[in-house]
């Protein structure tokens, strides 16, 4: 009885499946029929030229001939680009890959909603919006300590809010409306201000916001390790340009004086404002009155408030506090009464900093997932403008600098000369003109990634002799081998498709940032394929002689040689996805913790302070910086609370 009631419920599934896919057959056989025959109505393909319904011909490159149009580009360039693409807008791979050198063009499209926390007024200059609320509430709204933990302190230590780390520096932040740096005697009132409200503006986009740049990497940190370079290199520009001297060195927060640089700049060439990461995805808007409409105007609670606590106890001197020189608590000096107002204030102080916890780890949940992409915002390859292949940069993107003894002002003019001219276009940045290279790389490191470290981690296992590991390898290549070595091509032909197959434009290329991209695509992938394809054809030999109980004395050699081919090719690759992940999966209420530069879940993260370090992170001699760790952790929620204690 039971087993029949099992295998019925397992066979209706599948013939309700099949009548599924035959109906989804039949719909697509008519859609087919439709878009192919149906010539009174006919569907226009918007491929987005000129609206003529016709697809543009892409038939001057085809899979025997795309080399020959193929531009000269070094691996180590064509690897920082195919990097750069896939990396971008990723939060995860912007922290990981945390200098970026290059502008890209972004669209943010009409009905975007953006956030912006702080002073209730719409801003009348630039000013930071967030793509997610909770990043700009987490700034907006940082907590106060109360109980003893309030003692000679003005805030939380906790995580998340700038000045909380160390060279946090205060009101040196991005989506906080409260943007100027405080002077001594505000912070001082602003301690006070326990019940202080803040308010939250949500924008919305009115029109497509298609003059935006995009700066990759970690561009948010508060770093002088290179994050900044692009904005600093801009700004420094446009400075000479101005015979502005200003000198940035010495200054709290030199964004500042970058971004209104950049906006006054861009204003006769339309430009809407910039993308840069923190803990998630920000952007500098130039001009709220273009584009951009009110439609939310929220006043947020303090946590004591939304709670419904009394006004807190201020624990001075002046207030009749046993507190030492030290600014500490004598507790032995406390009065009955002290003591029992001091258990309740604790009570709720500790709530409360539980509660900012909770904000944190909001933020940094919305944060990490746009590990994934801030796919709000979209790219516009055609016209990116970078410093790779313009000089020489330091192959790993944690090494390499923009502003440097090495890299000559006259390539800074350059770029900026070229962010003018992408810029001056009527027409704006269009993604839907663009091929989207970053779907495309997609589809590469998602085959290859898994693909080469099941071959790798198989080959290097200590099960079984030589010839039963390259067997066993085998199982994770052969199908896509032979699925391109087609019996009568010849071996490179086989393998120039299977590199036409995984790095075809969509559209025709157009542009010199088309042809670099490209051909940085075409250059990796044809790396890839080279090397799957001779182990391949190296270990052919002792799959064939373990099947025919043949021992090989050298399989060993051989093995180490594949070994070292392949590491050799993820060394050159430098694929995030290939090198970074938490051993196991997190659940749904945690995340794989990528730390951030600046504010993180566990305190200020600088890459350039020795010292500075919280969870995540190692030092790098060579390049006198914290980088990212390969071996990531899960964090969840707990993780946060307890950090804070
Ligand atoms: C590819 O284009 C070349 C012209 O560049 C043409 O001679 C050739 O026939 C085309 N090959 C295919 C397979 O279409
Ligand atoms: C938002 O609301 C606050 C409180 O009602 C008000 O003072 C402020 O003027 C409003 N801001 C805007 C831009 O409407
Ligand atoms: C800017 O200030 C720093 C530190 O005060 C100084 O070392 C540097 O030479 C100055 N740069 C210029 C261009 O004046
Ligand atoms: C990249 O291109 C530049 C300019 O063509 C060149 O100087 C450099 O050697 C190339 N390679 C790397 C890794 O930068
Ligand atoms: C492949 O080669 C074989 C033998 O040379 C030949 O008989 C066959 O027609 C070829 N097939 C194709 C598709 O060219
Ligand atoms: C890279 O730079 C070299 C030297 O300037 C140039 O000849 C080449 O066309 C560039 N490659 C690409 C793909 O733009």
Same mark, same amino acid.
């Given at each position: 009885m039971e087993s029949r009631f099992v295998s019925n419920l397992k066979k209706s599934p599948h013939g309700l499946l099949s009548k599924v896919l035959i109906v989804g057959i039949l719909v697509n056989a008519w859609y087919f029929y439709y878009l192919t025959f149906n010539t009174s109505n006919p569907i226009r393909v918007n491929w987005g030229f000129g609206g003529s319904g016709k697809a543009p011909s892409l038939s001057e490159l085809n899979a025997s001939n795309f080399r020959d149009y193929v531009r000269p580009l070094e691996m180590g360039n064509s690897s920082a680009i195919f990097n750069t693409v896939n990396d971008a807008l990723k939060q995860r791979n912007s922290d990981i890959h945390s200098v970026g050198v290059s502008f890209i063009p972004a669209v943010i499209p009409q009905g975007t909603l953006l956030y912006h926390a702080g002073v209730a007024e719409i801003p009348d200059g630039f000013e930071w919006v967030a793509f997610d609320y909770e990043f700009s509430l987490n700034f907006g709204t940082r907590g106060r300590s109360r109980g003893r933990n309030s003692v000679g302190r003005g805030?939380?230590? &906790? #995580? %998340?809010?700038?000045?909380? &780390? #160390? %060279?946090g520096k205060p009101g040196?932040?991005?989506?906080?409306?409260?943007?100027k740096e405080p002077s001594s005697g505000e912070q001082k009132e602003q301690k006070q201000n326990f019940e202080r409200r803040t308010s939250m503006l949500t924008f919305q986009a009115t029109r497509d916001l298609n003059k935006v740049i995009y700066f990759d990497g970690g561009s948010a940190a508060k770093s002088s390790s290179g994050e900044l370079d692009t904005q600093q290199l801009w700004s420094n520009v446009i400075g000479k340009q101005l015979g502005d001297n200003t000198n940035e060195t010495d200054m709290h927060m030199p964004e500042r004086l970058y971004a209104s640089r950049i906006c006054e700049w861009g204003k006769p060439l339309g430009l809407d404002g910039f993308i840069r990461v923190e803990m998630a995805f920000e952007m500098v808007i130039c001009d709220f009155s273009n584009g951009l409409e009110l439609v939310s105007n929220t006043t947020i609670l303090s946590n004591d408030d939304f709670v419904g606590l009394p006004a807190p106890v201020s624990l001075t001197k002046e207030n009749g506090w046993p507190i030492g020189d030290d600014g500490k608590l004598i507790e032995d000096q406390l009065t009955e009464e002290q003591k029992q107002i001091l258990e309740k204030e604790d009570i709720y102080g500790s709530y409360l900093s539980e509660l900012s916890a909770g904000s944190v780890y909001d933020h940094s949940k919305a944060a990490q997932f746009r590990d994934e992409g801030e796919r709000r915002a979209r790219l516009d390859f055609r016209y990116m403008v970078t410093g790779i292949n313009r000089t020489w940069l330091h192959p790993d993107p944690n090494g390499r600098r923009l502003i440097s003894d090495a890299v000559p002002e006259t390539v800074h003019e350059e770029l900026v000369a070229d962010l003018k001219t992408v810029l001056s276009s009527d027409a704006g940045f269009d993604h839907q003109l663009s091929t989207d290279w970053q779907n495309v790389a997609r589809e590469i490191t998602a085959k290859f990634s898994p693909m080469l470290l099941s071959i790798y981690d198989t080959l290097r296992s200590n099960e079984g002799t030589a010839q039963e590991r390259a067997r066993k390898a085998s199982l994770y290549y052969t199908n896509f081998v032979r699925r391109f070595q087609d019996t009568n091509q010849s071996f490179k032909k086989s393998k120039d498709f299977a590199v036409y197959q995984y790095a075809t434009p969509m559209v025709p290329l157009r542009t010199d940032a088309d042809f670099l991209i490209w051909s940085a695509f075409v250059n990796v992938v044809s790396e890839v394929i080279d090397t799957v394809f001779d182990v391949s054809e190296t270990l052919n030999p002792l799959i064939k002689s373990q099947l025919d109980g043949v021992e090989l004395s050298d399989s060993d050699n051989v093995i180490s040689n594949v070994l070292i081919s392949i590491e050799n090719l993820m060394s050159t690759l430098k694929w995030v996805e290939l090198n970074y992940r938490c051993a196991e999966s997190c659940g749904y209420d945690g995340f794989c913790y990528t730390p951030s530069w600046g504010p993180s879940p566990f305190g200020w993260n600088?890459?350039?302070?020795?010292?500075?370090s919280t969870i995540g992170l190692k030092w790098k001699d060579d390049f006198n910086r914290y980088v990212i760790d390969e071996n990531q952790q899960c964090v969840n929620l707990n993780t946060i609370i307890n950090n804070k204690h």
């Open positions: 805030r939380f230590p &906790g #995580p %998340g809010g700038p000045g909380s &780390g #160390p %060279g040196a932040d991005s989506p906080d409306g409260d943007k600088n890459p350039d302070v020795q010292g500075s």
